[in-house]
């Protein structure tokens, strides 16, 4: 089986090389491994990619200047991320894995996360699946998820109701299918994102949450890189 691992990278130059190492040690030895970066041109990420990623993997290096407010989450900005994501999925398609696992590159996976989640995503026959991780950052109040149940109003409780149907995910580590990946990105108020599941939803598609697979660390600044976060382990 092969997967793309990817994702838009911009001064993630303090935690790359340690991504690769947690991605590395998570793909299943049988798997063949790829992967698809978006980067501006002139980070330091594009000369870590090309030492870390393998033979048939793509890097696009973009040339318009990406703005520094990284988690400024304006209008404009989810007008930039739909672009971004939009050109990674259209590079994912050009390469046609048998699954796309979209992992944000401040995200250290656990290494049981992916072969767990794709179990879980066979099991369940759907056409994505994410893999629990924090939205908020390492010893913060709110313990936010990576999935909602929009209709309902809440945002899934942990990792306590194991795998379940949900209507919305973030891409923040997601493992898709040829179904899925096809499916674009659109704006929303809501978050690209958002977008991205509503398009789903309308082609016909299932996403699925699996909160039984251990959390991945999820490491929103570079101040708690050496930082165990308690509600993951590590």
Known sequence: ?????????????WIFDLWFDYVYAAVPDEWDLDFVFIIPEGDPCNEIARERMTDGSLIVTTKEK???????????????MVHLRNLL??????????IFLSLDSDILLHRDALRL?????????????SIPTFLTPNGGERFTNSAA?????????RDKIG???????????KIMRSSAYNCDYQTHHLGEDTGWSCNVKEAGLTIGWAGEVPISKHVMDKKFLDIVDKRCGY
């Not at 990406?66 to 930039?80: G, H």
């Not at 999925?89 to 048998?98: E, I, K, M, S, W």
């Open 89 to 98: 999925l259209n590079n994912v398609r050009t390469v046609h894995p048998d």
């Open 1 to 13: 089986m092969r997967i793309v691992v990817g994702c838009p990278v911009k001064d993630r130059d």
């Open 117 to 129: 989640g794709y179990e879980t995503l066979v099991e369940h026959n759907w056409d994505c699946v």
């Open 66 to 80: 990406r703005p520094d407010y990284i988690r400024n989450w304006s209008a404009q900005r989810y007008v930039e």
């Open 149 to 157: 149940l929009r209709k309902r109003g809440y945002m899934l409780d």
């Open 163 to 173: 795998a379940t149907n949900v209507t919305d995910v973030a891409m923040a580590a």
